[in-house]
């Protein structure tokens, strides 16, 4: 499915999603877990997703790791094949070893009671952005080679400065998620416009990252990851649901799972906080008679796109 404002091109799609704050028709789904704490008055939205480049990074290192092993009998052969390996795989290797001496950087925060963003900065400044003034857009692009057609996409979500003295290096701010665009990336961008526009129940939280330890049984980084998937398996097979337990078997081997939640325990439980004064009094709730209100466009725009919606529903 495409957004009613899409660019489709021979190899690549571009899906304008924001704004307006439309309904994109897909279901809220955190496919990067880049939801880091939900409440009823804010969502934090992080864009350090370690995940997703050892997901990426791991069955490319997978696949060259056993045809290395499986031409031993031609060594020539093998040879090349570790060295295009390394070639390929070195340099994101380091690139996340790095990352992971570094400070995890702080979320971005949806406040829908005031309707508006924080979006923090470099320098330890923050912006405080109008939800309404939020840009999203979806990109993909594909290629096409001996192995197939690959698709790589991104979500990019952007944010104005409302300071309109800032200087020209300091007038955007955008934070991208290498999600596959597409489908997927409007899955991920309904978790922050559900979040704002229909409430916290409409949106999953995957991961509770600030209890994270005590749900993997208390243990460490290492352990822990292993005991959420041996009780994962073992809960899917008692349950009969035979496909999710050979499902998550498979994402061990295939995508490096449990080195992925082992990564994720070491740097994100918890998660980093917002803790300026002003930051932490503007994350406090209000009472609800002082909650911001949809804008009168964007109302007219979303009843537009639900009975638009309702009809492609019924005509399917």
Request: proline share 9%; net charge negative; with cysteine.
């Amino acid at each position: 499915m495409t957004s009613p404002r899409s660019h489709k091109g021979l190899f690549s799609q571009d899906d304008y999603l924001a704004p307006p704050h439309t309904p994109t028709g897909q279901p809220a789904k955190d496919v990067l877990n880049t939801i880091w704490r939900k409440n009823d008055v804010y969502l934090d939205i992080g864009s350090y997703s370690i995940g997703s480049a050892v997901m990426v990074i791991w069955p490319v290192a997978l696949i060259y790791l056993l045809l290395f092993y499986y031409n031993q009998d031609m060594p020539e052969l093998a040879k090349g094949f570790a060295i295009l390996g390394l070639a390929i795989v070195g340099i994101p290797i380091l690139l996340v070893l790095y990352s992971l001496t570094q400070p995890v950087p702080p979320p971005v925060r949806f406040n829908r009671q005031r309707r508006e963003v924080c979006v923090p900065q470099n320098d330890g400044s923050h912006w405080i952005v109008p939800w309404e003034q939020v840009t999203a857009a979806a990109t993909s692009v594909s290629s096409v080679g001996q192995h197939g057609k690959i698709t790589h996409g991104l979500l990019v979500v952007g944010f104005t400065n409302p300071d309109p003295n800032a200087r020209p290096e300091d007038r955007d701010y955008s934070i991208s998620f290498s999600c596959g665009g597409g489908t997927t990336a409007m899955c991920l961008w309904e978790c922050m416009r559900s979040y704002m526009e229909v409430g916290p129940d409409a949106v999953p939280l995957s991961n509770d990252l600030e209890n994270l330890r005590e749900n993997l049984g208390g243990k460490g980084p290492f352990w822990g990851a292993w005991w959420s998937y041996y009780t994962g398996i073992k809960e899917h097979i008692l349950a009969g649901e035979y496909g999710k337990a050979i499902w998550l078997l498979f994402t061990i081997f295939a995508f490096g799972g449990p080195l992925i939640l082992m990564l994720q325990h070491w740097k994100l439980a918890p998660p980093p906080d917002l803790t300026a004064p002003d930051i932490v009094e503007w994350s406090k709730p209000l009472p609800p008679d002082q909650w911001a209100k949809r804008s009168t466009e964007l109302e007219r725009a979303i009843r537009e796109r639900e009975a638009q919606l309702a009809v492609e529903a019924e005509t399917v």
